[in-house]
């Protein structure tokens, strides 16, 4: 439907966080600028937010009316579902959660279609009744006009959450919460993604050196010595800028990482997802940015205990 549309990104966030609506803990913001679906996710991550999800009527008339502040009327702009890695099973990326079955939809008519096999990122118009909001599938390459973003409000609750995950932060240093397992299966970056959700796990982030331990545990207990996994690191929309996809949550400065000396290095240009090694000696365990399309050996899945 929206093939060749460009697609925008819309809102001043100060003014969005005064409309805080009784319904929801959170607000949609819609950003006026080209951008593809990882830029869009990048950039809502960047802010403090996500890439929008859309799980009720409710939260779709705050996005319509988001959509409806901008100076765009027949804006077109990507929310936060994607295909990619498995076609046909959606999933919002910001929330690393499959579309709850037969939980709330609202595409167009003849959508899902995948008219060019390659639409795998969601969208949603500005159009004229009867046709706003509808949703629709398009390449998640295509510069779309803008991206929803969502964004926690509430200033008190959001006091309560920082404290809540910084007392997590103490226990985790010492004791860790997350089991891991290692996948021997020929997969790509979002196929590995995917595996793991469909698991109600996810793909393996590494925020400590306890956790490394836990991913090396893991990886020595496959009959593949040598194999080379997935986890879940890419910068995907950002090139340099880390996020762990599981966990909607970047790589700061400062945080742990392993990466292999030189690396990452981005190596021919396209190297925006990150594999680890079960190699011996010196390179066991140590992270390297690969090709997110390329098949490894296999992936590494977290799961909470």
């Avoid at 100076?71 to 990619?84: E, F, K, L, M």
């Avoid at 306890?210 to 997935?230: C, D, F, G, I, W």
Wanted: glycine content about 10%; overall charge neutral.
């Amino acid at each position: 439907m929206v093939a060749k549309a460009l697609l925008y990104r819309l809102g001043v966030v100060l003014l969005a966080l005064s409309s805080i609506d009784a319904y929801s803990h959170q607000v949609y913001v819609a950003f006026l600028q080209p951008l593809n679906f990882f830029e869009s996710w990048q950039e809502c991550n960047i802010n403090g937010g996500y890439l929008a999800s859309i799980e009720s009527p409710a939260e779709q008339a705050l996005v319509e009316k988001a959509m409806a502040k901008a100076r765009n009327q027949t804006a077109v702009y990507y929310v936060g579902g994607t295909a990619i890695g498995r076609d046909g099973r959606w999933m919002w990326i910001g929330l690393n959660k499959e579309f709850k079955h037969r939980g709330y939809r609202n595409f167009y008519h003849d959508e899902l279609n995948n008219i060019s096999r390659g639409q795998y990122c969601l969208t949603v118009g500005n159009w004229d009744k009867p046709n706003r909001g509808k949703w629709d599938e398009l390449e998640c390459t295509t510069k779309a006009d803008g991206s929803d973003l969502t964004m926690a409000v509430k200033f008190i609750l959001l006091t309560v959450c920082v404290a809540f995950f910084a007392i997590n932060g103490i226990e985790a240093a010492t004791v860790s919460r997350t089991k891991y397992l290692a996948v021997l299966q020929p997969s790509t970056f979002f196929e590995a993604w995917q595996e793991c959700n469909s698991k109600n796990g996810h793909l393996a982030s590494i925020e400590s050196r306890q956790e490394q331990l836990l991913v090396e545990e893991a990886m020595s207990k496959t009959r593949n010595p040598t194999a080379v996994y997935y986890i879940g690191g890419t910068d995907l929309g950002r090139r340099g800028r880390w996020i762990w996809i599981g966990l909607n949550q970047a790589l700061e400065d400062g945080t742990y990482t392993n990466f292999y000396p030189g690396e990452p290095n981005n190596l021919g240009g396209d190297q925006d997802c990150l594999s680890i090694g079960n190699w011996q000696g010196y390179s066991r365990g140590k992270w390297d940015d690969t090709e997110c399309f390329k098949k490894l050996d296999g992936y590494i899945c977290a799961f909470r205990a």
